[in-house]
């Protein structure tokens, strides 16, 4: 059972929004040294999208695509993440995962080095569509 659950996904427009939660699964919590984002498109490779270090300086990573689009911040009384996803455009179609690593990692070594080797928990994803 994944540890990790997302939600938030679906079909937008070009220059529409989505917000993309992550939470942790019922009986699990939220702890994590560093928190994230990645995101797979079919025949694409692996893309960290954001990452954020909230233990220690809230430093957060965002890849070049989506710099200025894209805000990743969390809600410690919720006990989730969020992706704020504006000005979406088709190339953002992907299916979206939650990843979380307990390691004293930065958050841009969990987006650019993200595999499993790196996380310890992964959701199932969320499917984000942008098309016309």
């Known amino acids: 059972q994944p540890q990790l659950e997302e939600s938030g996904g679906g079909l937008a427009q070009p220059g529409g929004s989505l917000r993309l939660s992550c939470a942790a699964a019922s009986g699990f919590t939220l702890d994590y040294y560093v928190i994230g984002w990645f995101r797979q498109a079919p025949g694409k490779e692996r893309e960290g999208v954001s990452c954020?270090?909230?233990?220690?300086?809230?430093?957060?990573y965002y890849a070049d695509s989506v710099i200025g689009r894209f805000t990743i911040f969390g809600n410690n009384a919720k006990n989730a993440v969020y992706l704020q996803m504006d000005s979406l455009k088709p190339e953002d179609t992907a299916v979206y995962y939650c990843?979380?690593?307990?390691?004293?990692?930065?958050?841009?070594?969990?987006?650019?080095?993200?595999?499993?080797?790196?996380?310890?928990?992964r959701g199932r994803g969320t499917q984000v569509s942008v098309s016309s």
């Open positions: 990843i979380g690593s307990q390691r004293r990692i930065a958050s841009s070594f969990l987006c650019e080095e993200g595999g499993p080797e790196v996380y310890e928990n």
């Open positions: 954020i270090n909230s233990v220690d300086n809230n430093t957060a």
